[in-house]
């Protein structure tokens, strides 16, 4: 079963570690994908750039408004696509990934695939 599991934590915070912070952070989810990429579990996973660089489409009068969509005090930061046997498998991988970055939430949410797209290069 597909999920998205979706990355939400305060912005401010998260934006403002410092290299090494952050280094460290990555270091410990990279621990995490490497487990979870071996059993062929985890799909491409993303890290979004700050709120501040969104757009949002207004879909009832066609608007483009600076921002992201939702004002919350938590944003979402990224996501992962996973393909696990059940819900409760899926909550482990998510465990794991909030003893490797705490703070935020990670909410799981089942997905069908609706458009696999073209592969995704770095720019």
Not at 49 to 59: D, E, F, N, V, Y
Not at 62 to 69: E, I, K, N, Q, T
Not at 114 to 123: A, D, T
Request: hydrophobic share 40%.
């Amino acid at each position: 079963m597909l999920y998205a599991l979706l990355c939400y934590n305060d912005e401010a915070t998260v934006f403002a570690w410092s290299k090494e912070e952050d280094d460290a952070v990555m270091g410990r989810l990279d621990v995490v994908h490497q487990k979870w990429e071996k059993s062929g579990k985890l799909k491409p996973s993303l890290r979004l750039l700050p709120t501040s660089a969104a757009t949002t489409l207004r879909k009832k009068d066609d608007a483009v408004l600076d921002g992201p969509y939702a004002e919350t005090k938590e944003q979402l930061l990224g996501f992962y696509i996973i393909d696990v046997e059940s819900l409760e498998e899926g909550l482990e991988f998510a465990r794991e990934l909030t003893v490797a970055n705490p703070g935020g939430a990670y909410e799981l949410r089942p997905i069908m695939l609706y458009n696999p797209g073209s592969p995704v290069e770095q720019r």
